[in-house]
């Protein structure tokens, strides 16, 4: 836990995904279009990817614990809570406030 706690506060927007996962791939994909530079860790590419997914199921109260987004060092949620931010508009208010976005 304290390995994702940390890493997820040191970039506004944080992604702890598989780069195998379509799921995670949309996740980065839409913050990149929205010209976000997010801090992505691809857990099946990292040592310590184990233990961070069994703290990130933790967090996401048993749904599935990938992608999960952080902004501004609290955790969003996964690729369903991003989209329903998103299509209501308040995905970007979120990134602006976290200094993820300047625009």
Excluded at 17 to 23: D, G, I, N, V
Excluded at 28 to 43: I, M, Y
Excluded at 81 to 88: D, E, F, G, S, T
Aim: glycine share 8%; net charge neutral; with cysteine.
């Amino acid at each position: 836990m304290e390995t994702v706690n940390r890493l997820a506060s040191r970039n506004p927007v944080v992604i702890f995904s598989y780069s195998t996962c379509c799921m995670s791939y949309t996740v980065k994909r839409l913050f990149s279009e929205l010209g976000v530079n997010a801090d992505v860790h691809e857990l099946d590419e990292d040592p310590k990817g184990r233990e961070m997914e069994r703290a990130l199921a933790k967090l996401m109260d048993g749904s599935s614990p990938v992608p999960a987004v952080f902004i501004g060092g609290r955790i969003i949620g996964s690729t369903d809570r991003v989209m329903a931010l998103h299509l209501r508009g308040d995905l970007v208010q979120l990134l602006r406030g976290s200094r993820a976005l300047w625009l």
